[in-house]
């Protein structure tokens, strides 16, 4: 059975830095890419970064570029995102996804057929 367990997210003030991990079971030898998403309340699910699971390169949205740093742990399957600089406009729950193939785009919701069960990610100002 194919899961994503997260953990880490929390209360941080503005500046501040926060790690999420996300660890994958169930087949994990068909991952191609991982990705994480984050959803504001009142807003779509959004791009945040993504990371190639063979080679390791790695994609970024604009707004987090420079911030944030994808990674990932290939022997304990797990993918990590490193929020630094931290603002009130990141505050939403953060999902990672899972992408067995390579259809579709690695920036895109539907490309990515597993899902994490989200963790809140609360920047004060």
């Known amino acids: 059975q194919v899961q994503l367990v997260e953990s880490g997210g929390g209360l941080v003030q503005a500046g501040g830095s926060l790690s999420l991990s996300c660890a994958a079971s169930g087949r994990t030898f068909s991952i191609t890419t991982m990705g994480w998403f984050r959803q504001a309340p009142g807003k779509e699910r959004e791009f945040v970064a993504a990371?190639?699971?063979?080679?390791?390169?790695?994609y970024y949205a604009d707004s987090v570029k420079g911030r944030f740093t994808i990674s990932r742990d290939n022997a304990k399957n797990t993918v990590y995102l490193q929020m630094n600089s931290l603002k009130p406009e990141d505050t939403a729950v953060y999902y990672c996804?899972?992408?067995?193939?390579?259809?579709?785009?690695?920036?895109?919701?539907?490309?990515?057929?597993?899902w994490g069960q989200g963790t809140q990610v609360t920047v004060s100002s």
């Open positions: 990371i190639s699971w063979s080679i390791g390169s790695t």
């Open positions: 996804a899972r992408r067995n193939d390579w259809s579709g785009t690695y920036n895109r919701p539907s490309a990515y057929g597993f």
